[in-house]
Every structure is written in structure tokens, then in C-alpha cells.
């Protein structure tokens, strides 16, 4: 199967930082990549779709300038958490849909769980 | 709007016996459906899919699941559980012909397998 490859698996920052998650998609092409958020015990929810060479589609409730994603090749999607806060601590994963398969799986990464001081 | 149910937050079973897990949806439309696992501190794998044909779905490590139209169902179920399939299963929905090819996700169930 597709392989997608997000890091870092862990990251622990202060307060008022920024960090950067990257997810790849190491032996496909991924038009679209998908980022999700899960709170601990809980489901994954939608923030943002990451389409390739176009700015992000973003989920109602989600602050587009804190989360900013970009998408600048058929491989890559990176989320930057900016000036992260505690509330900000949570498990990101990323996922990725290979160019026209409608019908077909999304292929996640291993997720990275932030944790803001 | 289109949404899923996993009614249980945990489901317990003995090695060796058969496991259920249940999923329900509500979708406007015809539904592409799925199952994935999760384990701790991991992304998820993908385990099996329906999206048309055969309502009995086949997929990795021994687990099917069957498509209800009528019941709006999607169960996951494995003849003989092992301890090793203890973990967090995750069943999702998509709408054919949307454009919107996100998952939409269930809360997640716990299966539990005791030795």
C-alpha cells in the first residue's frame, strides 16, 4: 500500500512558539492531503483539506492563521502550528488521497503528538 | 451532512471467539464506507472498504465486514479474535459524487481481546 510519512512523531514546545509538521507521501503522488486532529479518547476531526498548489480548505471552527498549511508539491503538506498555546497539545495526522481514486482508501500518516508547555 | 455511529465505546471478547463491532451512517447519497485501526500513538491502517458489488467485504488480517442498505449498517466482525487485534477501530463514511473525498469518522470503539 501507499506509504505516508509525517514528522516529527513527537514535539514538545513552549508557549508562544511555532512548529512545523511535515507529511509526505514517499511512493505516490498526493493531489490532496488531509489534516486531522485528535483530542485524547476521542474521533478524528477534520481541519483542513491541502490541495497541491492551492490554498488549504479549512473546516468551519478552524483558525486559518493559526494553522497554516501549504502544500507546495505533489509529496509534501506541512502544518505550522503558530504561537501555540496548552489548548494547542493534541495528536495531528495527516492523510493522503492519490490523484483520482474517488473510491478509494486514504493513506494516513503515523501522526505527531504536540505537547505545548 | 453526513455522520457515523459506533455505539459502543468498547467491546470485550475472549480469544477465540468471534468479535463484532458495530458502525451505523447516515449519508444523503450512495455511501463509501470504511474501516481502519488504530494503534497507541500511531495513524491508522487501513483494514477493508465497500464501495459497491458484494455487501460481504473482505479485508486485512482476517476481519469482513457486511454492507446494510436497509439498515444503514457497516459491522465489522472477525470469526476468531486474538489478543493482538486489541485496539481502536475507526469506521468512516464518504458520499459518492460529492467532490468531498475527506472521511467523515465514527467515534471509535476499544475492542478489548482477553487471553
Known amino acids: 500500500g501507499a506509504v505516508v510519512s509525517q514528522h516529527p512523531s513527537w514535539v514538545i514546545c513552549k508557549s508562544g512558539t511555532s512548529v512545523k509538521i511535515e507529511c509526505r507521501s514517499l511512493?505516490?503522488?498526493?493531489?490532496?492531503m488531509f489534516w486531522y486532529r485528535q483530542f485524547p479518547k476521542q474521533s478524528l476531526m477534520l481541519m483542513a483539506t491541502?490541495?497541491?498548489?492551492?490554498?488549504?480548505?479549512?473546516e468551519q471552527g478552524v483558525e486559518k492563521d493559526k494553522f497554516l498549511i501549504n502544500h507546495a508539491s505533489l509529496t509534501l503538506s506541512t502544518l505550522t502550528v503558530t504561537s501555540a498555546h496548552p489548548e494547542d497539545s493534541s495528536f495531528y495526522i495527516c492523510?493522503?488521497?492519490?490523484?483520482?481514486?474517488?473510491?478509494?482508501?486514504?493513506?494516513f500518516g503515523e501522526g505527531s503528538r504536540l505537547t505545548v508547555l | 451532512a453526513q455522520s457515523v455511529a459506533q455505539p459502543e465505546d468498547q467491546v470485550n471478547v475472549a480469544e477465540g471467539n468471534p468479535l463484532t463491532v458495530k458502525c451505523t451512517y447516515s449519508?444523503?447519497?450512495?455511501?463509501?464506507l470504511f474501516w481502519y485501526v488504530q494503534y497507541p500513538n500511531r495513524g491508522l491502517q487501513f483494514l477493508l472498504k465497500?464501495?459497491?458489488?458484494?455487501?460481504l467485504v473482505k479485508g486485512s488480517y482476517g476481519f469482513e465486514a457486511e454492507f446494510n442498505k436497509s439498515q444503514t449498517s457497516f459491522h465489522l466482525k472477525k470469526p476468531s479474535a486474538l489478543v493482538s487485534d486489541s485496539a481502536l477501530y475507526f469506521c468512516?463514511?464518504?458520499?459518492?459524487?460529492?467532490?468531498?473525498?475527506?472521511?467523515?469518522f465514527g467515534s471509535g470503539t476499544r475492542l478489548q481481546v482477553q487471553p
Open positions: 492523510s493522503a488521497s492519490t490523484r483520482g481514486l474517488n473510491t478509494g482508501e486514504l493513506f
Open positions: 511512493d505516490f503522488q498526493a493531489t490532496t
Open positions: 491541502s490541495n497541491e498548489g492551492s490554498k488549504a480548505t479549512y
Open positions: 449519508v444523503s447519497g450512495n455511501p463509501y
Open positions: 465497500y464501495i459497491t458489488g458484494d455487501n
Open positions: 468512516a463514511v464518504r458520499v459518492e459524487g460529492t467532490g468531498r473525498r475527506a472521511l467523515t
